[in-house]
């Protein structure tokens, strides 16, 4: 599983959507922003109403009915049933109710990634901190604990790696303290300025997994969902196809290295809804 973060000045978004399209493999993209989704009125253009997302999940995970919940606010990204997608927030006021829920839905995505076969990406958007540790209410600590990999958005301007850098800092202590280890954490830098990678990756004691383009183009459609006919075919998204390359070597790698068990699917439920998924995308893909 990939969460995909950011400091001020965003792009966590645009990069992690960026993934999920962009991926060789079937792709689950988990708008987990607490300060609002964007992606149902920006990519989609409003396709998807409030009567599905994460915030049906806090009251059905209360009610011990997440694993169903959770298949119910699922929607697909493409036509072919290759990529799909979980809405996020309305309305940030809504993220407290999902303190307790990160966690058991951390299980389910990673079910999904490890039994199902989906490539997981997780939109968390600005990391939002209180007093020594990344804040448990109003940011999905329990997604980052639980990542394979941690993806840093970052431009290489002046501004954007001055205000990254105590991010990324704070971010190591608390994959250290929480999760599988600050080598967890990666760079992901958007060439809009002069600063070089390897200057990033020293000030910010953090390996630049890659570069992106600044893709004004491809951006305006992934924010905005103005049509695109070969939205593939964008500098954008052709690079991000080799992101997606290298963050399957680092979590394979990471996850030998740490000895890490498979995911045990957590009840029959799971295993029902997982199977149930797998069909859907086969009748979608076949025209079904």
């Known amino acids: ?36 989704g964007s992606i149902r009125s ?27 919940a959770f298949e119910a606010q699922l929607r697909w990204l493409d036509a072919a049933g290759n990529r799909l997608y979980l809405p996020g927030l309305t309305d940030p006021l809504q993220a407290a109710a999902l303190e307790r829920t990160w966690q058991p839905l951390g299980a389910l995505l990673q079910a999904m990634d490890q039994v199902a076969g989906y490539d997981v990406v997780v939109d968390a958007g600005r990391v939002v901190f209180e007093p020594g540790r990344v804040h448990p209410r109003l940011f999905p600590a329990a997604l980052l604990h639980a990542a394979d990999v941690v993806v840093l958005v970052v431009r290489n301007t002046l501004t954007s790696v001055a205000q990254t850098v105590p991010v990324a800092r704070a971010l190591r202590a608390e994959l250290d303290e929480h999760g599988s280890g600050a080598d967890a954490l990666q760079l992901l830098m958007i060439r809009e300025g002069p600063l070089q990678s390897s200057a990033i990756a020293e000030r910010m004691q953090t390996p630049v997994i890659a570069p992106l383009p600044w893709d004004e183009r491809a951006a305006h459609v992934l924010t905005q969902g103005a ?39 957590a009840s029959p439920m799971v295993a029902g809804v997982l199977s149930r998924l797998t069909s859907v995308r086969t009748e979608v893909a076949a025209g079904g």
């Open 42 to 68: 920006g990519y989609l253009q409003g396709g998807i109403g409030g009567e599905v997302g994460l915030a049906h999940l806090a009251q059905a995970d209360r009610e011990g009915r997440l694993p169903e």
């Open 227 to 265: 049509a695109h006919p070969k939205l593939t075919k964008l500098p954008l998204l052709r690079q991000t196809v080799s992101v997606v390359r290298v963050l399957h070597v680092a979590t394979r790698d990471r996850r030998r290295r740490l000895q890490a068990p498979p995911v045990a699917v």
């Open 1 to 36: 599983m990939i969460v995909v973060v950011s400091a001020k000045g965003g792009g966590a978004t645009v990069s992690a959507l960026a993934m999920a399209l962009a991926g060789p493999r079937p792709t689950l993209l988990a708008e987990c922003d607490t300060a609002g």
